[in-house]
């Protein structure tokens, strides 16, 4: 092969690629483009906003009082720690109680006498059905505190959330509340009550009278 074929042979593959480039651009061209999507102030506050309280929420799940801090409600915490102290302290209360009654059940019941020397002066009076009626209830209380512990933290990311939606909610006296009368339909029998809320008109400006 000479020069002349080479030239050719090259100059007939970028003509091809040429009309390939040419033909994916037409094509392109002629494809509808998607109209781009133009996001306004309102949706941007909005995302930020619902961001804000997914945040508060998180926050007040993994501390508690985190979220009350964020609502600028931080009155709240001192609140919400004694709540969970109490309950922590009742817990492990209630817990050692039940490991000792627990225990002295174990030495009244075994058949070692010696045992009974070793059980907590304060339960040596009971009978064996007291010792294991109480630590059937000291064991139902660390149940409970446990409970009570773990409702409280709930209640903690219950408040947080709802004062984080209730900061945007329009409480001014411009808005009113309106009841519909009932509506009845006498073809199907619906009878239809509504409520409606509305904005309050403003009273209209007097102008001030002129001095005399």
Request: hydrophobic share 40%; with cysteine.
């Amino acid at each position: 092969m000479n020069s002349k074929h080479i030239i050719a042979t090259i100059a007939l593959c970028f003509a091809v690629l040429w009309a390939s480039a040419q033909q994916q651009a037409d094509s392109v061209a002629l494809k509808p483009q998607p109209i781009p999507i133009v996001r306004d102030s309102a949706f941007i506050v909005d995302s930020v906003r619902r961001a804000e309280k997914r945040k508060v929420t998180r926050h007040s799940a993994f501390v508690p009082g985190w979220g009350q801090i964020n609502n600028k409600q931080g009155w709240k915490v001192p609140l919400i720690y004694g709540a969970l102290g109490v309950s922590t302290y009742i817990f492990f209360y209630n817990l050692e109680e039940y490991k000792a009654l627990r225990q002295a059940y174990i030495y009244r019941t075994d058949t070692i006498p010696g045992n009974d020397d070793d059980i907590d002066e304060k339960y040596k009076p009971l009978s064996n059905n007291s010792i294991q009626y109480y630590r059937d209830e000291f064991r139902q209380n660390v149940d409970l505190s446990v409970l009570a512990f773990l409702i409280i933290w709930g209640l903690n990311v219950v408040d947080a959330t709802v004062f984080a939606h209730l900061k945007d909610f329009d409480v001014s006296d411009d808005i009113g509340l309106r009841l519909q009368p009932p509506n009845f339909n006498p073809i199907n029998g619906y009878t239809q009550v509504g409520i409606s809320v509305h904005k309050k008109p403003n009273p209209p400006k007097l102008k001030p009278l002129p001095a005399r």
